[in-house]
């Protein structure tokens, strides 16, 4: 199953509105649907047929029908699962992986979560006791959201499905910006849990569950909690050499399990160290010939776009030529065509990120599921796992040099750094008078987050401020003092990133190791994960993370930082565990970013979007931001060409995301499908 979505109230069930549901989540369930009513509760299930074709779609239950479970992803260790329920008598009626949640909940209850290894978003309806258990995995690979609806008080309805959009069948869900999610989004890029850009919808935190009940009165009662919590454990450190095998041997056996399928299966492929290892590990599972999947730009070879954007897609090519995989390549146009499927891909994210890169997702998706491939392995997460970003290992550097006192900095240093001819020397003063605060808990505190924002921010929380319309409400808010920092903005990025940032089982590590962790708890599950899931999904793709699979995981947060910072170089434990399977040409290659020309686009491909979505009357209309500034922002961006990049493509994209969602001003013609993203006005197909 790949879409999930259900219904508690303390009325009579409402079958028409799960209907509805089903069909705002087709796409993730091409396959067919099935769906399950009682008396107070009714959810269903849509299916992208991987395991089991012939089972039926939909929700699967237990012999006597009294435990049903609607589901999303794959538990990877079904089979062994299987056996052990088989053994204690249970009995199946499918070659499913649905069904060992069935029978496992029935053996164990909740504790059945702590079984499973895969990716999932679920929710099991225990007959007996008008009880549902709702659960996303461990690092967040599939999303899960909820709402409820209230009177007098009580929870009288809760709502959940994969994607919020289905939510908004109901009637009385409310169409709302959250304002302190507005922040997030312009500011981190993403919002984290429990909280999304819709007010009063929630989403589950990865490695999260939730419990909905009925009390004796009939009123409904949510609670939720965390079934796991990742965790710095460097009580019993091996010698490095032991732990590049342990890497290893962790990473082959993720790549072996995740390519249980009985459809085909490919790869993404960037060229890049981890996509390498991924495509390479597969390569030694399977007799047939690997199909890879690499997406860049229809550019002039040779261009200065060329040498820029389509650095992928040169190392791709080479590591497929190494590997002897069937390639295929994608490259997008750069017309204003573009434009036209910009609105479907918001649409499709529905809990908006900053991210552009949702654009090449999209395609080389698409790519895949026209050449009937439905499941792409890729190799996300690797980076925070094992600190594989230039700025990890700037910020080790940024931490030695804040350890100098203060006042030796700030009136010595820092003004001659400054003044040197090097970048490096000028970033580092920057960076140090960017984060030095009072001293004290509190100054501490703030240090973090201004450390944090200094490697990974969109635009500042001053710079965000500026742009708000000072007669809206987030205006007459950022002069309130809300926080000690007294910015309204500041006191919610703060609460953000200070949940993990200071988290007591990680509070006394280096600040590397924290940022990382950071990473790993907000912008995987919420960024990365999220363009992933939702862009794959909206062309019916399964794509599997095997580098984050959960032990892998906990084995690389064991893993001290002194082995993924070594020699100089950054994530050396893996690439030394990957050595003999990955390309010399990959492992010398620079780090380079996964971006596609995002600057020149909102010059020319997507300036018809601009003209409508930040026209002068939209943005009034809306009323958050200031329309001066953002006319001011357009004309120095595309007429003077200076670089706003990130203001203007943030500002566009949450006036597409408030006009399809909120106003409801944008309709789109149509569902997007995967044949129009490589239709020739969109792109060009290559096959190697």
């Not at 010939?289 to 200065?304: E, I």
């Amino acid at each position: 199953m790949c879409g999930i979505f259900g219904h508690y109230t303390t009325a009579p069930a409402n079958e028409a509105l799960i209907y509805r549901m089903a069909q705002a989540l087709a796409h993730r369930g091409p396959d067919g649907a099935s769906f399950y009513t009682t008396d107070h509760f009714s959810f269903g299930a849509g299916r992208l047929a991987i395991i089991d074709l012939a089972a039926p779609p939909g929700i699967v239950y237990n012999e006597d029908r009294m435990i049903a479970v609607s589901y999303n992803g794959e538990i990877y260790n079904y089979k062994p699962l299987r056996a052990e329920l088989e053994a204690h008598g249970h009995v199946f009626r499918t070659k499913t992986d649905t069904e060992v949640i069935v029978h496992g909940y029935e053996q164990w209850g909740d504790a059945v979560l702590d079984r499973l290894r895969g990716m999932f978003a679920l929710c099991v309806w225990d007959e007996s006791n008008q009880r549902a258990l709702l659960a996303r995995d461990r690092l967040g690979e599939k999303p899960l959201y909820y709402t409820t609806l209230a009177h007098d008080g009580q929870i009288t309805e809760v709502l959940f499905a994969s994607e919020a959009k289905a939510l908004f069948e109901h009637p009385n869900v409310p169409r709302a910006v959250s304002l302190s999610s507005l922040a997030k989004f312009m500011v981190l890029g993403y919002v984290d849990p429990s909280n999304t850009m819709f007010n009063n919808i929630f989403k589950l935190a990865p490695g999260e569950r939730m419990i909905v009940m009925r009390d004796d009165d009939g009123c409904l009662h949510v609670e939720t909690g965390m079934f796991w919590q990742p965790t710095l454990d460097f009580k019993s450190t091996p010698p490095y050499e032991m732990s590049v095998k342990q890497v290893r041997d962790a990473v082959d056996q993720a790549v072996e399990m995740q390519m249980m399928s009985d459809v085909p299966i490919g790869a993404f492929l960037s060229g890049g160290v981890d996509s390498s290892a991924v495509v390479g590990l597969m390569r030694r599972h399977t007799n047939e010939k690997v199909r890879t999947f690499t997406v860049g730009f229809d550019v002039p070879a040779g261009s200065k776009d060329d040498t820029k954007f389509n650095v992928d897609v040169r190392y791709a090519n080479e590591v497929a030529k190494i590997f002897g995989t069937q390639q295929h390549v994608i490259l997008l146009k750069q017309s204003e065509a573009l434009s036209d499927l910009l609105p479907y891909l918001i649409y499709g994210i529905d809990d908006l990120i900053a991210m552009p890169t949702i654009v090449q997702t999209a395609f080389v998706a698409a790519l895949a599921r026209t050449n009937n491939v439905p499941v792409l392995l890729n190799g996300e997460a690797s980076d925070e796992l094992f600190m594989g970003y230039n700025h990890y290992r700037a910020d080790q550097t940024l931490g030695r040099y804040l350890a100098i006192p203060a006042l030796l900095r700030a009136h010595v240093l820092d003004p001659a750094l400054a003044a040197l001819p090097i970048e490096a020397a000028r970033t580092l003063a920057r960076k140090s008078r960017a984060v030095t605060v009072n001293s004290g808990q509190q100054g501490a505190q703030i240090a973090d987050v201004r450390r944090y924002l200094e490697w990974g921010r969109v635009i500042s929380p001053a710079d965000f401020e500026k742009l708000l319309n000072s007669a809206s409400d987030y205006g007459k808010r950022r002069e309130e003092t809300q926080s000690h920092t007294g910015s309204y903005t500041q006191f919610w990025i703060e609460n953000a990133l200070n949940a993990h940032l200071q988290h007591p089982a990680i509070k006394q590590r280096p600040y590397t190791e924290r940022m990382a962790y950071t990473n790993l708890k907000l912008y995987v599950g919420e960024n990365s994960n999220m363009r992933m899931d939702k862009m794959a999904m909206a062309m019916s793709i399964e794509a599997r993370a095997p580098l984050e699979d959960y032990r892998l995981a906990e084995l690389a947060l064991s893993i001290p930082q002194a082995y993924k910072l070594r020699s100089g170089d950054f994530k050396r434990v893996f690439k030394d565990a990957m050595r003999d399977v990955i390309p010399d040409l990959v492992l010398k290659r620079p780090k380079w970013g996964f971006n596609p020309p995002t600057s020149e686009w909102l010059r020319t491909a997507f300036k018809p979007l601009i003209a409508r979505f930040l026209s002068r009357e939209y943005v009034e209309s809306v009323g958050i931001f200031d329309a001066d500034k953002v006319q001011d922002l357009i004309y120095r961006h595309i007429d003077k060409r200076e670089y706003f990049m990130w203001e203007l493509w943030t500002l566009l994209t949450f006036h597409i995301w408030h006009a399809l969602y909120i106003d409801q001003s944008f309709a789109l013609a149509g569902k997007l499908s995967a044949s129009m993203l490589v239709d020739p006005a969109y792109s060009t197909v290559q096959v190697t």
